[in-house]
């Protein structure tokens, strides 16, 4: 039997907890009465992490345990409530026990990976390191294995089977979409004949895998969505006197698009350090005022909590599954991974092979405290879907100059042009939805 561990916001702390999470006080808050445009700086590319925390199971072999033992659940418990619409009904998932799945190795695998881009269209260019000509694929060839337990393989057809008639939806930046675009190829593959629709918007695109074809004389009716929405900060941004105001208390205006969704997983951060021409507001308020800048990690502690009250007050733990990604890392400082080295390089460009051993090569930073400490605070039975240390070993899997948004004369710069926040498709963030069908469906 597959078995796992189960991170929530009431699990005892993990090793890591002892770190001091205070946070610091805001800086430059400066009245809007004699406002200034920011001094554009470079955007700060940070990596985090997680450790899961983990609950003990201790098997005695009586008859009673057994009866209990059969009786456990991930987070939400499975009710059959026949008023419920089709489309909020619990969703169903099977036993569970004791396995660390975030800590772990990367293992080669000649059967991976399990779609090829050529065969999947909705792959946007900026993840399609193939069509751009990454000359190597070894990086395609690598399977998460987690310290005490395999995974199950990703399984397209169970995926659309359990979850049909079922809302899926990605809310944040373009990690999310980087994973949300992962999972529809991943499904697809393995229902070729299925009939499907995209529906491209912005902040919500939805692709929707709808009726399989007749096929000796049977048909399945599937139902599923799968959406992104964009919403990086998650708490919303308005255009104020031609001016984008980020709003740390305020949420509704990107929240009512969550409401219908049975999944929610969301992931936040790298864009709260962003500054200059990446910084994505002009103004932000809290309490009441307005300042230009603030100390980001306040900022990032206040728009948290306000999805979390959120979260809080208007989700059903019966019908509605929460889902919190841990931060990507980014690979822009070689020294990170290989200590003394003397290359000049500034990125990941020529990395081809992932970090060995089990340990985060980085420094905890501090987003990931105050990340932590939101979701500790919950009332609402959320899950940490912790991708962080095992992503921070594939320095060798994102797109660096083998991507459709770079020019041929930024491609022979890779120092000031390598994109080594992203991922390339196929690769890690499949990784990332085998993780998270497996702690959505076992």
């Known amino acids: 039997m597959l078995s796992f561990t189960c991170t929530q916001h009431n699990t005892p702390k993990s090793s890591h907890s002892s770190i001091s999470t205070k946070i610091p006080s805001p800086f430059h808050l400066l009245p809007t009465k004699t406002l ?59 036993n569970h026990s004791e396995c660390a799945l975030f800590m772990g190795s990367w293992v080669h695998d000649e059967s991976y990976p399990i779609y090829k881009a050529s065969a999947c269209p909705i792959i946007d260019p900026e993840f399609n390191c193939q069509m751009y000509g990454r000359p190597d694929s070894d990086y395609l060839k690598y399977r998460w ?14 995926f659309l089977t359990k979850m ?58 599937y139902e599923v969505d799968v959406s992104f929405y964009r919403a990086p900060y998650l708490v919303d941004i308005v255009a104020v006197d031609g001016r984008r105001v980020l709003k740390l208390e305020e949420i509704t205006k990107n929240a009512r698009a969550w409401m219908t ?59 509605t599954r929460i889902f919190f990604q841990s931060i990507s890392p980014t690979h822009y400082n070689p020294s990170e991974w290989s200590p003394g080295a003397t290359s000049i390089g500034k990125s990941c460009y020529g990395e081809t092979s992932p ?33 962080t240390t095992l992503s921070a070993m594939r320095k060798d899997a994102h797109p660096s100059i083998y991507t459709g948004d770079l020019s041929p004369g930024q491609r022979a710069n890779p120092d000031h042009a390598a994109d080594c926040s992203h991922w390339c498709l196929p690769g890690l963030p499949d990784t990332w939805n085998q993780l998270f069908y497996t702690a959505l469906l076992f």
């Open 261 to 319: 969704a049975d999944v929610l997983l969301f992931n936040t951060g790298h864009w709260w350090s962003h500054k200059g021409a990446l910084q994505g507001w002009d103004l932000i308020e809290s309490g009441g005022s307005v300042y230009e800048d603030m100390n980001r990690l306040v900022a990032l502690e206040t728009g948290l909590k306000t999805w979390a009250r959120w979260v809080d007050s208007n989700m059903d733990t019966t019908t």
């Open 36 to 94: 200034n445009q920011a001094t554009p700086s470079s955007p700060m590319a940070f990596s985090s992490i997680f450790r899961p925390f983990t609950s003990t199971c201790i098997c005695i072999l009586s008859f009673n345990f057994l009866l209990l033992a059969s009786s456990a659940r991930l987070p939400h418990p499975i009710h059959n409530h026949g008023d419920i619409p089709r489309h909020k009904e619990p969703i169903r998932q099977s």
């Open 164 to 221: 049909k008639g079922k809302k899926v939806m990605f809310v944040g930046d373009s990690l999310g979409r980087n994973q949300w675009e992962s999972l529809i190829c991943m499904t697809w593959s393995a229902v070729p004949q299925v009939a499907t629709k995209m529906i491209r918007g912005d902040p919500l695109s939805t692709f929707k895998f709808l009726v399989k074809r007749f096929t000796d004389f049977n048909y399945s009716d």
């Open 145 to 158: 294995r987690p310290a005490n337990c395999e995974l199950p393989r990703f399984d397209g057809l169970e």
């Open 355 to 387: 970090m060995s051993g089990s340990a985060y090569p980085g420094v905890y930073p501090d987003q990931m405290k105050v990340i932590d400490t939101v979701i500790r605070e919950m009332q609402y039975p959320t899950y940490v879907l912790d991708i």
